[in-house]
């Protein structure tokens, strides 16, 4: 399910501090890295007197090695690297897209450096862009990440994107002997559906699946924050969606302020 994936970094510090963390992606038979970094010209957009092919040839030069280095640290891990070189130069949500699509990856892993103002909030991040643009898996990694998946919460509202990010879930905890919480929010005014979480409970217990029910009340993004801080949990599963309001999706807001990595299918 996983033979394949993209790491995506800007090189910056917080990027390269979730490297080790890769690591973590043994128990899921990853077989083959894909190293990205994107030289950002939104940045330099707008600007007069700048030559941009002399800013992408010097950022090219300083590139080049850092991402060799980063591959020389991933097959030490055991994995087979494969950096992009040169590197691709425009807006980073594309090309992350765009390179994800044309390696046929399984799963694109990036950092977030997070986001607090509320004009940042408004512009997203670029893992929330990627989130929205691909269709693929994205596993957001937080700080020095370490047991990623030991401890899964899975967003759980019984819709049919979250039994497709269910099947992901299933996949991960036998992969890799997670537990799992199914944390299902109500909203306002909504009665609990007891039976159809015993059945989501008795159906991952079936496979083997060590899994708990927690509900929660009140704003589904806020709950499953709080949730996984609460249970310890090393990482949350939830269903992305290509609607929400100004202020984003749930799973943008989870990318936003969960402590643990986001995996976002």
């Given at each position: ?32 890295i894909?190293?990205?970094?994107v ?7 707008g600007?007069g ?12 030069k300083?590139?080049i090695?850092?991402l060799?280095?980063?591959s ?7 994995f ?25 990856v399984?799963?694109i892993?990036m ?9 940042a909030?408004?512009?997203g ?7 929205r ?11 020095k990440?370490f047991?990623v ?5 899975y ?8 039994e ?10 036998k ?14 005014g ?7 979480l015993?059945?989501?409970?008795q ?6 699946i060590?899994v ?7 704003n589904p ?6 949730i996984?801080?609460k249970?310890?949990?090393t ?16 799973a943008?807001?989870?990318?936003r ?9």
């Amino acid at each position: 399910m996983f033979k394949k994936v993209l790491y995506a970094t800007d090189l910056s510090e917080k990027s390269l501090a979730i490297l080790d963390a890769l690591q973590e992606f043994k128990c899921l038979n990853v077989e083959e890295i894909v190293i990205l970094r994107v030289i950002n010209l939104t940045r330099i957009t707008g600007f007069g007197g700048i030559d941009i092919e002399a800013y992408i040839r010097e950022i090219e030069k300083e590139t080049i090695p850092r991402l060799e280095e980063i591959s020389e640290r991933i097959r030490s891990m055991g994995f087979a690297a494969k950096p992009i070189v040169p590197p691709p130069a425009g807006d980073p949500v594309g090309e992350i897209v765009k390179v994800a699509n044309k390696e046929n990856v399984d799963a694109i892993v990036m950092g977030s450096r997070g986001r607090s103002t509320i004009k940042a909030i408004l512009l997203g991040s670029t893992a929330e862009g990627v989130v929205r643009n691909s269709d693929k898996p994205v596993v957001v990694l937080k700080g020095k990440a370490f047991k990623v998946f030991s401890k899964i919460v899975y967003a759980y509202d019984f819709s049919e994107r979250c039994e497709y990010v269910g099947k992901f879930v299933k996949f991960v905890a036998k992969s890799c002997n997670s537990e799992v919480i199914v944390a299902h929010v109500l909203e306002k005014g909504e009665i609990i559906e007891e039976s159809k979480l015993d059945e989501i409970e008795q159906d991952f217990r079936s496979e083997g699946i060590n899994v708990e029910i927690v509900v929660g009340e009140g704003n589904p993004s806020k709950e499953i924050v709080r949730i996984a801080e609460k249970e310890g949990a090393t990482c949350i599963f939830v269903g992305r969606s290509r609607e929400g309001g100004i202020l984003g999706s749930t799973a943008d807001f989870v990318i936003r302020y969960s402590k643990v990595p986001v995996f976002v299918a």
